[in-house]
């Protein structure tokens, strides 16, 4: 179910110990984002993380911000904006002094004019005052200039200051990946189309032919539909049965909201529920095309660390849900 990501981009979204994002890398990946609201995992993470290509960030998928390519944009129009201020400063220092320059030459002149007929003491003055009006403007000339150098300095500075300013939503760029996986994450979260709205922003559209894709596994809705706090198995003999076998109550499944379960030696743990019905129309609500829906059942391995229950008797109900789809 995982497609050819070769070269591409990849976000795993609440990727715990990071196990998927390590799988990622080996199937190809050029660069790969692992999210989970858990700190110490992703602590964790960082501190054992070799690959270069992988980063760790910690988020609430409940409530996390993308960043929209709009702001891209803004920057360069920032920057085209500043290169127009400082080509219109030069341009309109470049007029002052051109101004100042033929003020100069016409009192030049004109004191030329009016002093033909005046003794040497006055046009000794006359030179004396241009020298000195001379001085003056390259003095401002030379003012200008440097006013104008620090206030483009400064600009540059700032500008360089608000683009080193980089966040963590600056990885989470709209249309940037190629694929998206989520495991058992989504009956932990309260508001789960918001979730595939933001993840449907987060992949790349189907401008090449190919497109992206997002794999979900999830609690079945079966095993998050009941509730009570232990839910289990239960003794139940069913009519024309010589003997009672175990089976799942199945209660309250359309009522979708919020369960609080016991699990092993966890208590109170906060889970929501959706139905299947629920999981599907929300991704087509979307935009998304559902390409496969799977009901996986236990593996051995899972059977002896999450069940108390024989094999035999696990395999009556689904553990998890699996739904593929493209943008």
Known sequence: MIP????????DLGCGDGWFCREAVKRGANQVLGIDISKNSIDKNNQENNESKIKYLVKDLNNFDITSNNNNNNNNNNNNNNNNNNNNNNNNNNNNNNNNNNNNNNNNNNNNNNNNNN?????????????????????NNNNNNNNNNNNNNNNNNNNNNNNNTDTDTDLLLEESFDFAFSAYVTHYL??????????????????????????????????????????????????????????????????????????????????????????????????????????IEFSTTEFKFNSSEPPSTEKDRPYALFIKVSK
């Not at 050819?4 to 976000?11: A, E, F």
């Not at 005052?129 to 403007?137: D, G, L, P, V």
């Not at 090449?208 to 095993?223: A, Q, Y």
């Not at 699990?263 to 999981?279: N, Q």
């Open 4 to 11: 050819t990501i070769v070269n591409g981009k990849v976000i």
């Open 119 to 139: 003794n040497n003491n006055n046009n000794n003055n006359n030179n004396n005052n241009n020298n000195n009006n001379n001085s003056n403007n390259n003095n």
């Open 190 to 295: 309260s508001d789960l189309e918001s979730f595939f709205k933001k993840v449907y922003k987060l992949l790349k559209s189907n401008s090449n032919g190919i497109g992206s894709s997002f794999l979900i596994s999830t609690e079945h809705p079966m095993r998050t539909s009941t509730n009570c706090v232990e839910n289990k198995f239960i003794d139940h003999k069913f009519e024309g049965d010589e003997h009672s076998r175990k089976v799942w109550p199945i209660a309250n499944y359309n009522e979708q909201g919020k369960r609080v379960f016991n699990w092993l030696d966890y208590k109170g743990i906060i889970k929501y529920h959706y139905t299947i019905e629920t999981y599907v129309n929300t991704l087509i609500k979307i935009g998304f095309t559902i390409d496969y829906l799977g009901e």
